[in-house]
């Protein structure tokens, strides 16, 4: 039995769904690339570099340093005061998170429900959120204003 010609696309159009999937990828690729920069230049390199200094002895304002292996990490895990502060951090964490959990739903129920004064309640609730970001970038343009700034 013979294949009928509208069974089997024809090689222009292989050839063009073919060109359409790689620009596909590349235009993918070519979106993500900014992000997988920004995460090896801001995270993938200091925490690297922090992996290495990790196992070296360095001084502050000293140029050299000296390969010490597990030596700082061992120091570390038998200061008496490290199961402390590990215990005290574990319980921070635990605590603090339950504590937020059940605040934000508390507060997701609120809102869920039409009341009197829910429009002021929230934007009373978002003026803390939003003073932060407001505060940094007012401190950014000061520090680098060209008269007083930091970094003129």
Do not use: C
């Amino acid at each position: 039995m013979k294949a009928s010609p509208l069974s089997r696309p024809s090689a222009a159009l292989r050839q063009q769904a073919s060109l359409a999937v790689n620009s596909e990828v590349i235009a993918k690729w070519v979106l993500v690339l900014p992000l997988l920069v920004f995460l090896a230049v801001l995270v993938l390199y200091p925490a690297g570099y922090a992996v290495y200094v990790s196992f070296r002895n360095i001084s502050v304002g000293s140029l050299t340093s000296q390969f010490i292996g597990w030596q700082n990490y061992l120091t570390t895990i038998n200061d008496p005061g490290f199961l402390d502060a590990l215990w005290f951090t574990a319980r921070f964490t635990v605590i603090v998170t339950t504590l937020e959990l059940i605040l934000g739903f508390g507060v997701a129920l609120l809102f869920d429900h039409v009341f009197p004064g829910k429009r002021l309640l929230i934007s009373l609730l978002l003026i803390p959120i939003m003073t932060a970001p407001s505060l940094m970038g007012i401190m950014f343009r000061l520090m680098l204003n060209q008269n007083i700034g930091a970094v003129p």
